[in-house]
């Protein structure tokens, strides 16, 4: 049976989810050094029961992957967490309710960038859906939110000037550009509807070629 | 057949988004779904997404946001801009109702009967607590196929 329950309850249950890796976290009970136990369970929102998770029964350490259990973004889920120290317990602490779709944090988009004279030719991938294993199959956030924009912008270092660029699809050809000149690329997922964006990535520098011509003439 | 209508959906989610957590935590019942059980939206076929989409409109804007008054006037006052997209929203959907594109087929039937039974399961302002905190879910229905 239950023991008595008197063990303050561990604080700020909570999901910490990016492209749909759902863990949950949580901070130890106040006032509680080493020493204290945890174990978790979780359960579909709609759905009636409660499902332990094996793997994060008896553990020391605040947090506990359930990306596995939330996995189908289509549901809606609830965790909770039960602390043990010295034969006492806490009581159950449950999260909010956990939407994967809209509660997810998103990567920023991978840049490649090729270069001619006057243009530069930018590709970007999306990242993808957590997976249960590498050999797992992959799929895209673009499957997952097909209104999914990208944010692009090009800085000239030499001027400093800097252009965005708002996109759907995936490549981008900025033309006329100078010749023999750096620039660098950084872009940033956008999805309209559920309102979610990443950061920029980081910056990609790459130089325009050299004007063959003007070497010719000097 | 499909039926285009122009919803601002975004300016609903935003909106929903402020209260979602206030909310949903005014709802204890982790077992039942006004609008997920016992089968999701997302089981409802295309063909019956703009009758279903328009019957559930009527639905909250019938059964739900009337019952959901707080003692927080900001939480009412979310609440009631977004009945008030709720009902630009509908009115698209009725055109499109009666320009008969909206084929109400016997699975729509079923699905809104259903929730229907899963409302009156709770006394009025539980159910329509729950049914505003599953707004998100009939939200990512409609913006996942339009």
């Known amino acids: ?218 | 057949g499909s039926c285009r209508v122009s919803m601002s959906i975004t300016e609903i989610r935003s909106g929903f988004n402020t209260i979602k957590a206030n909310i949903q935590a005014r709802d204890p019942i982790r077992t039942l779904s006004i609008l997920s059980y016992p089968h999701s939206l997302h089981k409802v076929k295309s063909s019956d997404r703009c009758c279903v989409s328009h019957q559930l409109f009527t639905f909250y804007m019938d059964k739900v946001f009337r019952h959901c008054r707080t003692e927080d006037s900001y939480i009412n006052r979310k609440i009631s801009s977004i009945a008030n997209s709720f009902l630009s929203v509908r009115r698209s959907l009725q055109q499109c109702q009666e320009q008969n594109k909206c084929v109400c087929g016997q699975e729509s039937t079923e699905k809104l009967k259903q929730v229907l039974v899963n409302y009156e399961e709770l006394n009025v302002t539980a159910a329509a607590m729950k049914s505003l905190g599953e707004l998100d879910i009939l939200l990512d229905w409609m913006e996942k196929e339009s």
């Open chain 1, 1 to 218: 049976g239950e023991l008595y329950c008197s063990l303050p309850n561990p604080r700020n249950v909570h999901f910490e989810s990016v492209n749909m890796k759902n863990v949950l976290h949580w901070s130890a009970p106040e006032g509680t050094g080493d020493g204290v136990l945890y174990k978790v369970k979780y359960s579909v929102y709609g759905v009636g029961k409660w499902i332990r998770k094996p793997e994060c029964r008896n553990i020391n350490r605040t947090w506990c992957d359930l990306s596995s259990e939330t996995s189908d973004y289509e549901e809606q889920y609830y965790a909770s967490v039960k602390a043990f120290l010295n034969g006492r317990c806490s009581d159950w602490v449950e999260t909010a309710r956990f939407n994967p779709l809209t509660d997810t944090k998103i990567d920023p988009p991978v840049v490649s960038v090729s270069s001619t004279e006057k243009s530069i030719a930018i590709i970007l991938t999306a990242p993808e859906k957590w997976k249960r294993s590498p050999a797992g199959e992959s799929v895209s956030l673009l499957q997952v939110y097909p209104g999914l924009q990208y944010n692009v912008s090009v800085l000239n270092k030499k001027t400093k000037k800097r252009w965005f660029f708002s996109i759907s699809n995936n490549t981008l050809l900025v033309p006329w550009l100078e010749p023999g000149t750096a620039y660098c690329v950084s872009a940033q997922i956008r999805v309209p509807t559920p309102l979610l964006h990443s950061g920029f990535s980081k910056e990609h520098c790459i130089s325009t070629l050299k004007d063959k011509t003007s070497g010719e003439t000097a």
